[in-house]
T-cell receptor, first 116, second 115 residues
Framework: AQTVTQSQPEMSVQEAETVTLSCTYD???????LFWYKQPPSRQMILVIR??????QNATENRFSVNFQKAAKSFSLKISDSQLGDAAMYFC?????????????FGGGTRLMVKP | GAVVSQHPSRVICKSGTSVKIECRSL??????MFWYRQFPKKSLMLMAT?????????EQGVEKDKFLINHASLTLSTLTVTSAHPEDSSFYIC???????????FGDGTRLSIL
């Protein structure tokens, strides 16, 4: 079974600064997807960024980028120019590309606080 | 973008009653829907996976007779918490996906409080 680990329960960043959230995962599969979701206080789950395991290039979405290290099974999220609205819970998630169920396996989450 | 509507957003009811939560995909056909439960300050825990027209697949430890899931159409899945008790109080979130390679889109969640 796949597992996803987020080792930082809480992180804090100064507004306009850069922060990196860590995520590691364990799998025996070679084809899969990785995601970062944001859950603000409203508790809505918002997809931040997605990475296909077969792609070597790291995904980027505006201020959000990932550092995907497949051999190390690491998938960190970098938030540049942090904004107050970035404060939320962030969940790393894994999904098999071959398993029929294709369900998401979530990490335990990291609470990001942004200081003005 | 893809929109998933979950209703109700908040429900408070007495112990022993049954509560139905609806999850609708508004602009795509959801062949698969997922139901999650989230405890305060915790991650999402998958309860079950439902494919349209099939019986739901429940995760280990989830009582299928307590949490009834129906996915009768490509746009609607329902979760019914039967004979709810205070320990069933939680935040329930659904998500929907069209095909295996598409990302899941989440509803806004339902906060269930059993008195």
């Amino acid at each position: 079974a796949q597992t996803v680990t987020q080792s930082q329960p809480e992180m804090s960043v100064q507004e306009a600064e850069t922060v990196t959230l860590s995520c590691t995962y364990d799998t025996s599969e070679s084809d899969y997807y990785l995601f970062w979701y944001k859950q603000p206080p409203s508790r809505q789950m918002i997809l931040v960024i997605r990475q296909e395991a077969y792609k070597q290039q790291n995904a980027t979405e505006n201020r959000f980028s990932v550092n995907f290290q497949k051999a190390a099974k690491s998938f960190s999220l970098k938030i540049s120019d942090s904004q107050l609205g970035d404060a939320a819970m962030y969940f790393c998630a894994y999904r098999s590309a071959t398993n029929a169920g294709n369900m998401l396996t979530f990490g335990g989450g990291t609470r990001l606080m942004v200081k003005p | 973008g893809a929109v998933v509507s979950q209703h109700p957003s908040r429900v408070i009811c007495k112990s022993g009653t049954s509560v139905k939560i609806e999850c609708r995909s508004l602009d795509f056909q959801a062949t698969t829907m997922f139901w999650y439960r989230q405890f305060p300050k915790k991650s999402l825990m998958l309860m079950a996976t439902s494919n349209e027209g099939s019986k739901a697949t429940y995760e280990q430890g989830v009582e299928k007779d307590k949490f009834l899931i129906n996915h009768a159409s490509l746009t609607l899945s329902t979760l019914t918490v039967t004979s709810a008790h205070p320990e069933d109080s939680s935040f329930y979130i659904c998500s929907a996906r069209s095909t295996g390679y598409q990302p899941q889109h989440f509803g806004d969640g339902t906060r269930l409080s059993i008195l």
